[in-house]
């Protein structure tokens, strides 16, 4: 999923592969207006109204606590 990459300027990122889940960071701080939804095999990322599609291989969780984004992806 390098499409996170289009997050760099905004957000510290990280990756974590595990066995059967992949794991994907990106901290955007507190108070950023970011929301996140998952779609089929698309997770959809909106940070200050421009709205981004990932695609995922793999059945996705994503969600969003304290701004950071955490994308879990089944592998």
């Known amino acids: 999923m390098s499409e996170l ?3 760099e300027d905004d957000a510290a990122l990280s990756r974590h592969e595990y066995d059967d889940t992949l794991v994907l960071a ?18 959809i990322v909106v ?6 599609d990932l695609d995922v291989d793999g059945a996705a969780q994503a969600f969003i606590k304290n701004g ?8």
């Open 26 to 43: 990106a901290d955007f701080g507190p108070g950023r207006n970011v929301s996140v939804d998952v779609l089929d095999d698309t997770v």
């Open 47 to 52: 940070v200050a109204g421009e709205q981004y």
């Open 68 to 75: 950071v984004l955490t994308i879990e992806v089944d592998r």
């Open 5 to 7: 990459k289009q997050f």
